[in-house]
């Protein structure tokens, strides 16, 4: 997907994932109002997920019961699937895109340089897509993004293995499943080579909403941890793949429901009280 300094006229929905599938659910039905309400056109993919056929009759289920009965699902469980005028056809029409969870770098490997990115980047430019993911349909979103890691791992390069992703956010590592999984070590091993970029950790059931030049909001039951990486030390280039980093000055904001944050200005916003 090509960067550009015009401002996209689409959306962002990033989910941490594990969101709530009952009546109690509130992420969804954020998407669906998004993305227009009754009128919403959204296009589940499953791209990420090893078993789509588990996964995608769980969100038909779901968006329908919310009132949001124009769907299209697919698997795109290959290259050739994102080159199907079928897919392209709904993505043409389409309101919002929904990436499943799964894992991220399967996404990126059937997704990114096909018509369906170029087509997708295209709308979310010019044409106010929404585009909306969970877990790993979300953390692709980021332009650096978090091939794989060690379950249990330190702040070592060995234990962090980095790609590309879609780059819907410049600059910016999204982590998924953060404060349950324990994973800031992932962001700050990114840092500690990359001192540009700026992370967002978000929490299972949880959500951040970004809108053209406005700060971000957060919906759900946890909250976003942004990691501001332009840290003061780093030994990155000395240290051996296995060492332990040496890393000083990394900025932390946590920001829940009510709060928000300004990417562009990497500021922390209070709610206004009366």
Known sequence: MPYTDRQPTG?????????????????LAQLIRMAGGRDARILVCAAASRYPEEVLPDYDE????????????????????????????????????????????????????????????????????????????????GSTMIASSKSHGRVR???????????????TVIDSHFNERSRINRLLTIFAQNSQILG???????????????????????????????????????AAATQVMALSGVTVHVVPRGFRFDIDRRAFLVPAHD
């Open 11 to 27: 959306e962002l929905l990033l989910m941490g994932g594990n969101e709530r599938m009952d009546e109690r659910g509130e992420l």
């Open 62 to 141: 779901r968006f329908r019961e919310l009132g949001a009965d124009r769907l299209a699902l697919f698997a795109l469980e290959d290259r050739h699937a994102s080159e199907d005028p079928e897919v392209l056809e709904k993505l043409e029409t389409a309101t919002a895109v929904f990436f499943t969870g799964g894992d991220q770098f399967r996404l990126t490997s059937i997704v990114a340089g096909t018509e369906f990115s170029r087509l997708m980047w295209n709308r979310f430019l010019n044409d106010h897509l929404v585009v909306a993911g969970t877990s790993a349909g979300a953390t692709a979103m």
């Open 157 to 171: 390069l060995a234990d962090v293995n980095v790609g590309m992703g879609l780059g819907y956010l410049p600059d």
């Open 200 to 238: 967002l950790g978000i929490d299972e059931n949880t959500a951040l909403r970004i809108r053209p030049g406005e700060p971000f909001d957060v919906y759900g039951t946890g909250a976003v941890t942004v990691l501001d990486g332009r840290v003061s030390y780093s030994n990155a280039a000395e």
